[in-house]
């Protein structure tokens, strides 16, 4: 039976295209779901044969850490050349969209403390 091996949400394509790469170089036969046109689901991608499952888990644990020390080593080159991203940096970049978050963020917690505040007495 096959199971999941990644799901395909919110992976940037460079990272399913790396992952593809991996299982067809170990040879571990695989198939991909596409995403729903309703956003249901994302897609994955899943291994075919149980007994593959194990070698393509722990390949893919191994390149998720390859994966991850290099994005550290490039997030702490950006913020030593302080081109890294900040709050401000955001901010200038997308207004609109940093200012609904945080209005959004502001309404929820309203929302939260509003039942503390009207039971009362």
Known sequence: MSKLLMN????????ADD????LE????????TRPSIWGVSAG??????DEAFVD?????????????ARARAEYAAAKRAGTAA???TLLRAEPVRVTMSLLGILLV?????????LLRR
């Open 25 to 32: 170089a170990q040879q571990i036969a695989f198939y991909e």
């Open 56 to 68: 393509a888990r722990r390949a893919m644990d191994d390149y998720q850490q390859r994966r991850s």
């Open 109 to 117: 917690l309203v929302l939260m403390a509003l039942p503390f505040f």
């Open 86 to 88: 900040t709050f401000v």
């Open 44 to 49: 994955g991608i899943w291994v075919t044969e």
């Open 19 to 22: 992952v593809r790469a991996m």
């Open 8 to 15: 395909l949400r919110n992976v940037p394509e460079d990272e």
